[in-house]
């Protein structure tokens, strides 16, 4: 069974530095690339990036490029998405999903709360 | 730049059959795909490659292309098929992007 899970909900704080991540298993892990999808609160899907995790190749929307970093460790069949310093309006849900033409699996989604 | 256009919101009473657009820009054509998205859970694709339906996915979703509008319809709409559905695509610059999603409301 192909699952995505990731990592618990965050509070931060404005300036605060954040890694969060989405661990794949149930199949090929470096033969997928790896979307993240942000959802603020009340508003619709945004696609922010993707990455193959099997030579790390990365891709960013022209909305997110610059502000967020996507990485992979496919030893541990895990991709992260993390901020260097986080603001307010960084606060959303953040999914991962698996890319297969269509995102075809999704994570259960990482809530990323930032308040001072 | 790239957009994908669908209403806000579709109502319709249980039984009937709803049917949500999603237009986007001309050429080149990129498939569409679908998700349902209930509240407090992650999306579900529903139909992928315009017309496909994954696995599991009721036989009353179908989705359907023409020009440059991509269609879901659910036919016999049933209380559960509440939810947000967002329609998604790609630009050629390998961009993927959603439609604004649109609430289905079930009568």
């Known amino acids: 069974e192909v699952q995505l899970v990731q990592s618990g909900a965050e509070v931060k704080k404005p300036g605060e530095s954040l890694k969060i991540s989405c661990k794949g298993s149930g199949y090929s892990f470096t033969n997928y690339w790896i979307a993240w999808v942000r959802q603020m609160p009340g508003k619709g899907l945004e696609w922010m990036g993707i990455?193959?995790?099997?030579?790390?190749?990365?891709r960013y929307s022209p909305s997110f490029q610059g502000q967020v970093t996507i990485s992979a460790d496919k030893s541990i069949s895990t991709a992260y998405l993390q901020w260097s310093s986080l603001k307010a309006s960084d606060t959303a849900m953040y999914y991962c999903?698996?890319?297969?033409?269509?995102?075809?699996?999704w994570g259960q989604g990482t809530l990323v709360t930032v308040s001072s | 730049s790239y957009e994908l256009t669908q209403p806000p919101s579709v109502s319709v009473s249980p039984g009937q059959t709803a049917r949500i657009t999603c237009s986007r820009d001309a050429l080149p054509k990129q498939y569409g795909y679908w998700y349902q998205q209930k509240p407090g859970q992650a999306p579900v694709l529903v139909i992928y490659k315009d017309s496909e339906r994954p696995s599991g996915i009721p036989e009353r979703f179908s989705g359907s292309s023409s020009g440059t509008t991509v269609t879901l319809t659910i036919s016999g709409v049933q209380a559960e098929d509440e939810a947000d559905y967002y329609c998604q695509s790609a630009d050629s610059s390998g961009n993927y992007l959603f439609g604004g999603g649109t609430k289905l409301t079930v009568l």
């Open positions: 999903a698996r890319l297969n033409w269509s995102f075809d699996y």
């Open positions: 990455i193959s995790p099997g030579d790390s190749d990365t």
